[in-house]
Nanobody, 125 residues
C-alpha cells in the first residue's frame, strides 16, 4: 500500500512556527523529488515547496520564500516542512506529494501524487 503520512495538525499565532514531517509508506521517497502543497478554504491548490531526491535543490513559492524550508532525511524516508514567521494567510490544509522523477520540480500541486489526507494548519491570534 502506498501512503504518505502527515501526522498531526497545528495551531500557531502570527509570527510563530510549526514543523511537520511526511513519511512515505510503500515506496522509497528518496528516489523521487517531493513537494508540499496547500489548499485554503475557497481557494485553489497552491504548490508551496519542492526538493530534489538527493536534496541538492529546493524551490519555494514566492508566498513562503524566506519563511519556509523543506528539509528531507532520506535515511528515514521523511520530508519535513519547517514553517517560520507564520501569517494568517498560511492557514490551509497541507499535503505532501511525490514527483514522478528525482530531479525536476513544477510549481503546480496537481503535478504531484498525494495519498495523504493532509494536515491542517491554522494561524490565528
Amino acid at each position: 500500500q502506498v501512503q504518505l503520512v502527515e501526522p498531526g495538525g497545528g495551531l500557531a499565532q502570527p509570527g510563530g512556527l510549526l514543523r511537520f514531517s511526511c513519511a512515505a509508506l510503500g515506496f522509497t521517497s528518496s528516489n523521487y523529488a517531493m513537494s508540499w502543497s496547500r489548499k485554503a478554504r475557497g481557494k485553489r491548490l497552491e504548490w508551496v515547496s519542492g526538493i530534489y531526491a538527493d536534496g541538492t535543490y529546493t524551490d519555494y513559492a514566492n508566498s513562503v520564500k524566506g519563511r519556509f524550508t523543506i528539509p528531507r532525511d532520506n535515511a528515514k524516508d521523511t520530508v519535513d516542512l519547517q514553517m517560520n514567521s507564520l501569517k494568517p494567510e498560511d492557514t490551509a490544509l497541507y499535503y505532501c506529494g511525490k514527483a514522478d522523477v528525482a530531479d525536476y520540480l513544477t510549481p503546480f500541486g496537481s503535478d504531484y501524487e498525494s495519498w495523504g489526507q493532509g494536515t491542517q494548519v491554522t494561524v490565528s491570534s
